[in-house]
């Protein structure tokens, strides 16, 4: 089949498996076994596929219409312009964490310490030392295998971080002017009803929250005082209806200038706060 006829076999076959994203995500998979970008496709839509990139690339569209994620499918995520490889070891970086990194690189100044608790794939302090020079940077996770991915991450985006296995400030040294935090948050009676990429796919030790998603708020919030500078920042990404809660929590454990900042779609995002 030609490369159109290929594009359109994939969409076709991604909506009758009601993937929302149909038509996107047959084009990014047929980029991915082609290797080849808009323009090419443009041009030379009406070439021939040959037959070992047409079986991959239904091998692949079978992968997704069993609701695999399409980063897991391809082993990449994009995440604030930089490229993380991704694995079913550790969340997929999301657009709405970019918030967070953002608002740590408002804070964020030549020397800092910055400490990154449950990195996952390691996108939020891999960007931040990426971004944000002379800075150093700690990241930690409970899963040796998300830290193996981290550690990839970093390598290949050049920076250098301290990757440290650790149940949150279990086995975390020295002070910080920075710590951020992306936990699990989301609460342990909602986890069935997210959808199947998420769900059935995604590690579930990264997104279970206990039972009203705050628990790991409450706990970094409430153990981070022998490790935060005084003025430092706390910065956490929220679900969307935590905002309340979690600066409350700061509030009460005595940070002082605690905001919630929204994301794209106006949604609660991220809280920050500084030990007074």
């Known amino acids: 089949m030609t490369l159109e006829e290929a594009l359109s076999f994939g969409k076709k076959t991604l909506e009758e498996a009601g993937i ?17 970008d808009r323009s090419y496709y443009y041009l030379r839509y009406k070439e021939e596929l040959t037959e070992d990139l047409a079986q991959e690339y ?8 069993e609701r695999i994620p399409l980063q897991y ?20 970086p999301r657009q709405d964490t970019e918030i967070l990194v953002e608002t740590a690189l408002g804070v964020i100044r030549p020397g800092m310490r ?3 608790l449950c990195t996952g794939s390691g996108c939020i302090i891999i960007s931040l030392m990426h971004f944000a020079k002379e800075i150093t940077g700690i990241g930690s996770d409970i899963s040796k295998q998300a830290l193996l ?10 920076v250098e971080v301290e990757w440290v296995r650790s149940d949150l400030f279990q086995n975390i040294t020295g002070t ?24 059935d796919f995604e590690p579930v030790d990264a997104l279970d929250g206990r039972e009203d998603g705050l628990f790991f708020y409450e706990k970094i ?8 500078n005084a003025g430092g920042y706390l910065i956490f990404e929220i679900g969307h209806d935590q905002g309340e809660a979690v600066s409350a929590m700061m509030k009460q454990a005595g940070f002082e200038g605690v905001r919630v900042i929204r994301d794209l779609s ?4 991220v809280v920050c706060g500084r030990k007074g």
């Open 20 to 36: 929302v994203e149909a038509a996107l995500d047959a084009w990014y998979l047929l980029e991915y076994v082609g290797k080849f």
């Open 58 to 65: 239904e091998g692949l569209l079978k992968k997704r219409a």
């Open 73 to 92: 499918i391809t082993g990449v995520q994009n995440f604030m312009g930089l490229d993380f490889k991704v694995n079913s070891n550790v969340l997929i």
């Open 114 to 116: 910055v400490l990154d």
């Open 149 to 158: 991915t981290a550690k990839e991450n970093a390598k290949g985006n050049d």
């Open 176 to 199: 910080f002017d920075v710590i951020v935090s992306n936990p699990p948050y989301i609460p342990t009676r909602v986890i069935d009803t997210l959808m199947p990429e998420v769900r």
């Open 221 to 228: 919030i409430g153990e981070s005082g022998p490790f935060l």
């Open 266 to 269: 106006g949604l609660n995002r």
